[in-house]
């Protein structure tokens, strides 16, 4: 009966971890479409408008968050992808503990 617990828990935690990481990339969608509508917005002022921006105004604020996108959004991708190969591993270590448990089992059968 332990086996089967420890089952529960690896299929259990491998559906989190897998689940996690297609939500990542899910977000990947909505936060591109942020970013391009930010420069829109941003890039549609002239060029001397931008620069003439005062220090901590909404333009700057703006421009900050248009540079610090790019990360966010590498982050959003590489950690969800890392998080889904986590829930593969995870399934694949529950696997070879059936696959190894098996002969045990049917040993222990075998001598009833």
Known sequence: MPLIFIMLILVVSATYFAYQGFAMHQQV?????????????????????????VTGSELNQKLVKIVNAPSSLMHLKLVGVGR???????LLF???????????????????
């Open 29 to 53: 969608a909505v936060e591109e479409q942020a970013f391009h509508d930010l420069q829109a917005e941003y890039f549609i002022l002239s060029k001397t408008e931008r620069e003439s921006a």
């Open 84 to 90: 889904i190969l986590v829930g593969i591993f995870i």
């Open 94 to 112: 529950g696997i070879l503990i059936a696959l190894v448990s098996m002969p045990i089992r049917m040993v222990a059968l075998m001598k009833k």
